[in-house]
């Protein structure tokens, strides 16, 4: 959880996690029918199915259902929790069954240099003109050279409308209403992000590797140290709605989730920006079946597929095609598709080379003082 | 002649048993601990010994070229942010072991010595039952309770005192930690206790101690083993939770069994220092054990 782990609602919680393990057991119960003999007789079973490793919350029965009548490939899914443990896993060769990966930007960045992952033929992409133009050319990975872009999102502060006045509308505010925050704020349980967010709030960038500014960051969140509760990426969900917490930082598609049941839990990307987050589609160079893993990217770069997906798992695409058949309540959901003057002000986080073991020693010390 | 063969074949076949006795001897210990032995070289043994080979290479990375043996991860636990650590979750874990041996002995001593016979195994597999769900399931019961809306603030209102503000202290890890590990030192205090001579206290009675007197002096010294063996492996479980200091523990919340894992899955991947931290709590742990071999068991024999 410290790891830099990011996304959308459900796949943090841990209920939902493990209900979305119990879906995988589900999906895994698929296998005897992949190497059922009614399908292609010729082939090898591998090429019958694809597994893909990624968030709980990107698939549903219906988005599988509909690729495998499309395609005839059968879809087995592992889920992971955080960009880090899924690395140690592909790293200790437990990725080998993999076709696609679902890494987050930095991620990518991390893997490309690690020579984990497969550059991809272009030719065999439909749809890539149709991304947003901030996703045409990534700073993680130049020109999508290695991955397709597939979900995004930024972080925020989550709060509750009648209980917090006035409402914050920056990272400052964490600072100025310290008092009356009193050990009812929470911030992720992830160093790159609450420092970043310190960072922001300073004004400096929130991939800052100079040692002088992370040390102002650290002191600066020392200051605020009081009025943080506890350090949780997914934890406050429930305690923002009783009350117990005032304001939490989050990730705009759990604030979206839980403002459908709550509607007086809003949302706010702080004003001096703050990170900007994209999850991907990548082919990993041990692949077994890069072929149903071209299907799926072409599958899900199609705009009708990544319309009903938006529609029904409620994360932003960077599809520009998919957004213009969304619903014009989606489409005009500031909080899932912020303005391009608000997006600007964000950054996505990227490695910091030798300055991570800087901000792992400030975490530390800050978590254990 | 009828003679000679079969006093000749009795040596023969004496000697031919006892040496199948002497193999089968060496033969049968080979065979039943060769799987238990297997199981724990391969899955103990070298697993342990290539942390400690990671462990001495300092700063290792997945993916990264090696760099030359040397000490400079153990070097790096004396760093005082990291002692500090340390010194957490050994604060959370001898306080736990307190906490379940104040709470454990009553429980254990009354269903071991003063409860209805025939309910002891029914009192005892209640007194379990908590294990049978999952500990992340147990400590998110605790927010529940523990939050400042939870279940205790509302009783508390209820009876006019005032709310308290426990969630995210290290009061409620060790809460948590407790309530999780408790069963386990009831159940070892009740085997060590159910053992007790009972003719001894009826001694100490006739030879007019009183109820204080013989508690102290023939009941705990007779359990000290089943205290030892039950506090030390409370101490030991609760030394490598992190589940507990995670969920209950706050913003300042860091201990040793949080720092190993974000060594190997956090941003830092430094899975070298990962490796020295696990070292030293294997050691660690190794050390108790020992330690309760050498006192524990010769008590356990003196009986």
Redesign the interface.
């Given at each position: 959880m410290n790891a830099p782990s990011r996304s959308p609602s459900s796949r943090r919680r841990f209920l939902q996690f493990s209900a979305a393990a119990l879906s995988g057991v589900a999906l895994a119960n698929c296998r005897p029918q992949i190497a059922d003999p009614g399908g292609n007789s010729g082939g090898s079973g591998s090429q019958n199915s694809l597994s893909i490793y990624s968030w709980s919350n990107y698939f549903d029965d219906e988005l599988l259902s509909s690729f495998t009548a499309e395609t005839g490939i059968r879809i087995v899914a592992d889920v992971f929790d955080s960009n880090e443990a899924m690395l140690a896993r592909v790293q200790a060769g437990g990725g080998a069954a993999y076709s696609i990966i679902y890494p987050s930007d930095y991620m990518v960045q991390q893997m490309i240099e690690l020579d984990l992952l497969t550059e991809l033929d272009k030719s065999r992409l439909e749809g890539l003109d149709r991304l947003l133009d901030q996703w045409q050319n990534p700073v993680y990975d130049p020109n999508n050279a290695h991955s397709v872009p597939t979900t995004w999102g930024t972080t925020g502060l989550v709060f509750s409308r009648s209980r917090l006045n006035p409402a914050p509308a920056d990272w400052d505010f964490l600072w100025e209403q310290q008092s009356q925050l009193n050990g009812r704020l929470t911030l992720f349980n992830d160093v790159r992000e609450v420092m970043g967010a310190v960072l922001k709030s300073l004004g400096f960038s929130y991939n800052s590797t100079d040692p002088a500014q992370i040390e102002a960051a650290y002191n600066r969140l020392r200051e605020l140290k009081p009025a943080i509760a506890s350090f949780t990426t997914d934890g406050w969900r429930d305690q923002i709605v009783t009350g117990d917490l005032l304001v939490a930082m989050g990730y705009s598609s759990d604030a979206i989730d839980l403002a459908t049941e709550a509607p007086d839990i809003e949302y706010v990307i702080p004003a001096s920006g703050s990170s900007l987050w994209t999850d991907t589609m990548v082919i990993p160079k041990t692949a077994p079946n890069p072929e149903g893993a071209y299907a799926w990217m072409n599958f899900l770069l199609k705009p009708e597929n990544a319309a009903r997906a938006v529609e029904r798992l409620k994360f932003a695409t960077p599809n520009q095609a998919a957004i213009d058949l969304l619903s014009p309540e989606l489409r005009n959901n500031k909080n899932l598709f912020p303005p391009a003057e608000v997006l600007a002000k964000c950054e996505g986080i990227a490695p910091v080379g030798a300055a991570t073991e800087l901000y792992d020693r400030y975490w530390t010390q800050i978590t254990s003082a | 002649m009828a003679v000679s063969p079969s006093s000749a074949s009795t040596p023969v076949q004496t000697s031919s048993p006892s040496i199948a006795n002497r193999l089968s001897r060496l033969v049968q210990p080979l065979l039943l601990l060769a799987p238990a032995g297997v199981w724990l070289l391969l899955l103990l043994v070298i697993p342990t010994l290539m942390i400690l080979n990671i462990s001495l290479i300092p700063g290792l990375r997945?993916?990264e070229i090696p760099g030359a043996y040397g000490l400079g991860n153990f070097l790096r636990i004396f760093d005082p942010?990291?002692l500090?650590?340390m010194g957490?979750s050994l604060y959370f874990a001898i306080g736990t072991t307190i906490i379940c041996l104040l709470l454990g002995f009553p429980v254990a001593y009354w269903i071991a010595l003063l409860s209805p016979p025939r309910w002891r195994n029914l009192l005892l597999v209640a007194f379990v039952l908590p294990l049978w769900t999952s500990s992340?399931l147990r400590d998110?019961a605790w927010?529940t309770i523990l939050?400042?809306?939870?279940v205790l603030n509302s009783l508390l209102g209820a009876i006019g005192l005032p709310p308290q503000?426990l969630?995210?202290t290290g009061t409620a890890v060790i809460i948590g930690l407790s309530y999780s590990f408790l069963p386990y030192m009831v159940l070892i205090l009740y085997a060590s206790l159910e053992k007790l001579d009972r003719r001894l206290l009826e001694a100490a009675a006739d030879l007019g101690a009183n109820a204080r007197q013989a508690f102290l002096k023939v009941t705990v010294p007779q359990t000290l083993p089943g205290i030892a063996a039950g506090s030390l492996l409370v101490f030991i479980i609760s030394l490598g939770d992190f589940i507990a200091p995670?969920?209950l523990?706050?913003?300042?919340?860091?201990t040793i069994a949080?720092?190993i894992?974000?060594q190997?899955?956090?941003?830092?991947?430094?899975w070298g220092f990962g490796s020295a931290l696990s070292m030293i709590l294997i050691l660690a742990v190794s050390l108790a054990i020992a330690l309760l071999l050498k006192y524990g068991d010769r008590d356990i024999e003196s009986y």
């Open positions: - | 997945p993916g942010i990291n500090r650590v957490r992340l998110y927010i939050r400042p809306t939870g503000s969630l995210n995670e969920l523990g706050g913003a300042s919340s860091m949080r720092l894992y974000n190997f899955l956090g941003a830092t991947r430094n």
